[in-house]
């Protein structure tokens, strides 16, 4: 909650960042902590447990593009420690003296000087007590449902906007200045020129962001957006090539998938419900942390439909896109959890982009 809390103020501020849940694999994020505690319920998927995702982690850290947060979970194992090597500073967040000592411990071993240091405790009040040159308090109500508030939390939320500001300035000029096609689009900026909040996109802008730009051009795009929005700008670029910027590895061609039945041993994974509001296909990612290097094993699990078809998972944004732009079908719809519903990304007549469907999984 802590980490999804900063990540919000940051946002808010537009302060270049990106926030990386590199605890063990259970599929939260910002979805399990925004939307409705039944749609969780269902939606929630435990990833196979491998140690194949550690040294991508360590990699994708150690080769980041923009500032990160990386949250390593309360419970580490000896071997998912060694992430902390490829960070730099450490926020201290803990509930007693003992769960401290360890913590910190942790931090001496592997150099990465103190930032914050707060106790958590689920009921009491908020309190600082010390700015310099650690910022020390205590932090209360930190569950699900809830953000972070209070002097401590605005405090550290001030020191991390400062620091983040001064080592990416510039960054994003250079990275737009290098992107591989020459219609480069900022997303926060295209958002406030719609009059839209580029932290809360909404599917009715759809169909306008779509009129601004050429059909079937390349496209480069840069910023955070959700899911749908990422999708149906991808899908819209076909058959031009679209690049999208990861804040781990910097500019990605979404890859062109092939069609068909994947093997047991591939890293995506589907199945296919038949609703009446369409053809949902369910993909995983069974080990849940999927390395750039291996689209080439990649399958979409479905070429054609007469039906529209609605696509369900957690992915990473390149691979929605490669997803939605592999399908054929008179609609395509991604589901967002937040909505509760699906949005039209690839529209037809009765089913036009930006549409928001109400579906039930």
């Not at 946002?11 to 960042?17: C, K, N, S």
Request: proline share 10%.
């Amino acid at each position: 909650m802590l980490a999804y809390s900063l990540t919000r103020a940051l946002r808010e501020r537009e302060i270049p960042h990106y926030l990386l849940r590199a605890y063990p694999p259970d599929y939260e994020g910002d979805w399990f902590l925004a939307s409705e505690p039944e749609t969780v319920r269902h939606l929630r998927f435990k990833g196979l447990p491998s140690a194949a995702w550690l040294p991508l982690l360590q990699r994708d850290i150690a080769a980041r593009h923009l500032p990160l947060l990386v949250d390593v979970g309360g419970l580490p194992t000896p071997e998912q420690e060694t992430l902390l090597a490829a960070c730099t500073h450490g926020i201290l967040l803990t509930p007693d003296p003992a769960s401290r000592a360890l913590w910190a411990e942790r931090f001496t071993r592997y150099q990465l000087p103190v930032l914050a240091d707060i106790t958590s405790e689920l009921h009491g009040s908020q309190h600082l007590a010390a700015r310099a040159p650690v910022l020390r308090g205590t932090l209360a109500g930190l569950e699900r449902g809830q953000v972070a508030q209070g002097p401590l939390f605005a405090a550290l939320v001030e020191r991390l906007a400062a620091w983040f500001i001064q080592v990416t300035q510039g960054l994003p000029r250079q990275h737009l200045a290098a992107a591989p096609a020459e219609l480069a689009l900022d997303l926060p900026a295209l958002a406030r020129q719609l009059g839209q909040d580029p932290q809360q996109w909404q599917p009715a802008a759809l169909p306008e962001v779509l009129d601004y730009l050429p059909q079937g051009q390349p496209l480069a795009l840069y910023g955070r957006g959700p899911n749908w929005l990422i999708a149906a700008l991808a899908r819209y670029t076909r058959p031009a090539p679209c690049y999208l910027f990861d804040a781990r590895m910097g500019w990605l061609e979404v890859p062109a998938l092939p069609v068909g039945p994947a093997l047991a041993t591939s890293p995506l994974q589907g199945q296919v419900e038949q609703l009446p509001q369409g053809d949902v296909w369910r993909v995983q990612l069974p080990t849940t942390y999927l390395d750039w290097t291996e689209r080439t094993q990649l399958h979409a699990p479905v070429g054609e439909s007469t039906a529209g078809v609605i696509f369900s998972g957690k992915l990473p944004q390149w691979l929605w896109a490669a997803l939605v732009r592999a399908v054929s079908a008179p609609w395509v719809a991604v589901y967002q959890p937040q909505l509760a519903g699906a949005v039209v990304v690839q529209g037809c007549t009765g089913h036009p982009p930006g549409t928001v469907l109400s579906v039930t999984l």
